[in-house]
């Protein structure tokens, strides 16, 4: 007998969306299993509160569920998309934005990375956390000021009593950085 | 912010990364909507930015988030097939032959599914009512043992300080005793100035309502400080009482008057309890 989720690993993003749009719920379920984990966890580390984040959640996979069409691989990575949504949904409600969630989720997001399989994931996850534990202190706090706090470079050097430039300098640094290690 | 006519390359950076103020960001954003070419690399920076969501720890959902929204799948599909618009009538023509017994195949299904789906869905109304009160039920209950839980842990802090003060070596034990009508009235006073805390315990006759009994520290310098006003139970129940002091307050007695109810700044009635320090 396959292990749990085996067979769910096999199986493409797209060709499981194939399924979701003729209502296959078992395809939504395999696709739930292998990102509701890092959309949960993103969401959380944005709000900081457990319930707020699994509200995002349930959320972005029943409009997955709702709208399936409207996905297609022109999409991008859907893993990639996910990521994105989730961050946007929980910025907005961190900061209490009222922006349209269908307009927050228009984006299309390109990866070049596998996040399919929970073995790449994890691989992600140790390069992510290596770079990010590898950077000066000033870029990692102004790329996690930006991306979890949902800050405006403006309100970064605010808040670091930096310069402007060097604010945009750090971030910059710190995401070609990262690009390298994950090229 | 554009180099030319396409958005320059660290302000696709930050816009992905969502650094940018909302009127720059929206402004990019209207342009890379009619330009492919800006489009394709906000979409690789996104794909950059969006590996960041690696660095959170990783934690696992309850399983009942997923329960709920497929429950709430569950839920929109009955109701969309509840609510499908009926065949219109060259749509009917297509339906397969009638059976022997003249429904067509359809109808057949249909009823067959009606009387399978009715008791079901009767079922599943019945077990969701029954699980959200009893769900109620045991909020309710959590309630109550939280707060039963905080009382029991304010009185094991109350019973640690009180032992801790009685206990302590710097803590100073004063009998208080009444005089004339009071003659029989008792009570006494542990205090200890290092800490601001004074325990004391009273044997005393009740009181009409609008008078309370009123405990008093007087200082060696200084006029008396109210330590709270206090009532004997119904029954005489011998009661510890506690009250806060300025810290090293030092005293010279201790004494017990009645007032009005609500008690008063400075003592005015009858002193029925006096100790000296």
Known sequence: MRPEGATNELVSDWSLMARVVQKDEGALSALYDRYSGLVFSEAKRILRDTGAAEEILQDLFYQIWRTAERFDESRGSLGGWLMVAARNRAISKLRRKTGKAEELDENTVSMHVDIESRASQNLLLDKVR????????GQREAVECAYFEGMSHSEIAAKTGQPLGTVKTRIRSAM???KQVLS | MTNGEHIREEDLLLL???????DEATNLLAHAKSCAECAAK????????????????????????????????????EK?????????????????????????MNEGKLNWLQWVLIPVAAVFLIATALMWKSNRELKAELAKAN??????QNQRQRTEMIV???????????????????AKSIGSANYNARRGVLLYTAVLPPLPQDKVYQMWLVPTTGSPISAGVFSPGP???????TATIPLNTQAKAFAVTIEPAGGVPQPTGPKVLLGAS
Request: net charge negative; hydrophobic share 40%; aromatic share 4%.
């Open chain 2, 147 to 152: 707060h039963d839980l905080i009382d029991i």
């Open chain 1, 176 to 178: 070609e950085t990262l």
């Open chain 2, 80 to 104: 969309e097939e509840h609510y499908k618009w009926p065949l219109k009538k060259d749509e009917v023509r297509q339906i397969p032959s009638p059976k022997k017994d003249g429904t067509s």
């Open chain 2, 164 to 182: 801790d003060v009685l206990s302590a070596p710097d803590t100073v034990s004063v009998r208080m005793a009444g005089s004339g009508e009071s």
């Open chain 2, 16 to 22: 992905a990364l969502g650094a940018l103020p909302d």
């Open chain 2, 42 to 77: 906000l979409a690789e920076e996104r794909g950059h930015a969006a590996t960041l969501a690696f660095a959170a720890k990783q934690e696992i959902p309850a399983a009942t988030v997923k329960v709920e929204l497929l429950a709430r799948i569950h839920a929109e599909r």
């Open chain 2, 235 to 241: 029954h005489g129940n011998r009661e510890l009482w």
């Open chain 1, 130 to 137: 290596a770079v990010m534990g590898s950077l000066p202190e």
